[in-house]
């Protein structure tokens, strides 16, 4: 049982890429919450996530460009990335809330990165 992220790769400046996480084995329930990166020498940033309403929030720096998507019934969450900039280059790893069964609590599960890299 694992949460997988992929769809990273080299793209060029203005360019799009679609991530994908998805969660494997036997779980009973998923909630996708949201997208980080970190460029190297930098800290973790959030990128895009799910408040508690559902609602969508981004980082200043990638709004209007790019989409955080889930599918809780297919146990998957997508981020779009439109208008790729070099600045965009980082590991984007995917956050999600799993239950493994009814009477288990909701865990905090991470997918391991996948890599962005955008040139100039």
């Known amino acids: 049982v694992q949460l997988q992220a992929s769809g990273g790769g080299l793209v060029q400046a203005g360019g799009s890429l679609r991530l994908s996480c998805a969660a494997s084995?036997?779980?009973?329930?998923?909630?996708?919450v949201g997208w980080y990166r970190q460029a190297p020498g930098k800290e973790r940033e959030l990128v895009a996530r799910?408040?508690?309403?559902?609602?969508?929030n981004y980082a200043d720096s990638v709004k209007g460009r790019f989409t955080i998507s889930r599918d809780n019934g297919k146990n998957t969450m997508y981020l779009q990335m439109n208008s790729l900039k070099p600045e965009d280059t980082a590991d984007y790893y995917c956050?999600?809330?799993?239950?493994?069964?009814?009477?288990?609590?909701?865990?905090?599960?991470w997918g391991q990165g996948t890599l962005v890299t955008v040139s100039s």
């Open positions: 956050n999600a809330l799993v239950k493994l069964s009814s009477r288990e609590p909701w865990l905090s599960w």
């Open positions: 084995g036997s779980i009973f329930s998923f909630n996708g």
């Open positions: 799910y408040d508690n309403g559902g609602t969508t």
